[in-house]
């Protein structure tokens, strides 16, 4: 099983939302505790985000030109939200991904996020992958409710949570 992992924006131009948090931040402390996770359980795992890039549209092109020259079986892209909201949605196209979305928005709700639910929409990465993809805003950071939780919890816990989704929805 070989998964990519998108740990979203952290590469300017491309820069994540600002709120009461930062988004970039978020994005990597989860990434990088889901990808040792996913090492730990025998996982295959390609880190998508590039080095550099001159412009957002590079540096989304350059995440899934990685995962598609490499063969990866799935796709995860990891965003936090912003624009008032509360809580998690996850974001997918296919059959498989909105059967993944579901497993990981049910365990990132059971952690007390709000439950946004899943939604059929393509985003660019969704959209250019060749295999089939999610992509998990985990909570809004713009909202003082869902950081005071994101805090509270920490980014392992929060990573833990999206690994569980993946492993019973891909049984690796
Ligand atoms: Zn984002």
């Known amino acids: 099983m070989k998964i990519a992992i998108d740990i979203g924006h952290n590469c300017p131009p491309d820069t994540g939302a600002l709120g009461v948090k930062s988004e970039d931040e978020m994005n990597r402390l989860v990434g990088e505790f889901l990808i040792k996770l996913l090492i730990s359980a025998g996982v295959d795992v390609i880190d998508c985000r590039p080095k550099s890039a001159t412009t957002v549209g590079l540096s989304l092109w350059k995440r899934t030109n990685s995962a598609n020259t490499c063969g990866a079986d799935f796709y995860v892209s990891l965003h936090h ?3 008032g909201g509360l809580g998690s949605e996850v974001f997918a196209v296919s059959d498989e991904g909105i059967a993944a979305a579901k497993r990981v928005l049910s365990k990132l709700v059971g952690l007390g996020f709000r439950d946004r639910g899943v939604k ?53």
């Open 81 to 83: 939200n912003a624009g």
């Open 120 to 172: 059929r929409q393509g985003f660019y990465v969704i959209k250019n992958t060749l295999m089939p993809a999610i992509l998990v805003e985990v909570c809004f950071v713009d909202s003082n409710a869902d950081c005071t939780l994101w805090d509270k919890l920490g980014c392992k816990a929060i990573a833990q949570a999206i690994f569980e989704g993946l492993q019973e929805s891909l049984k690796f």
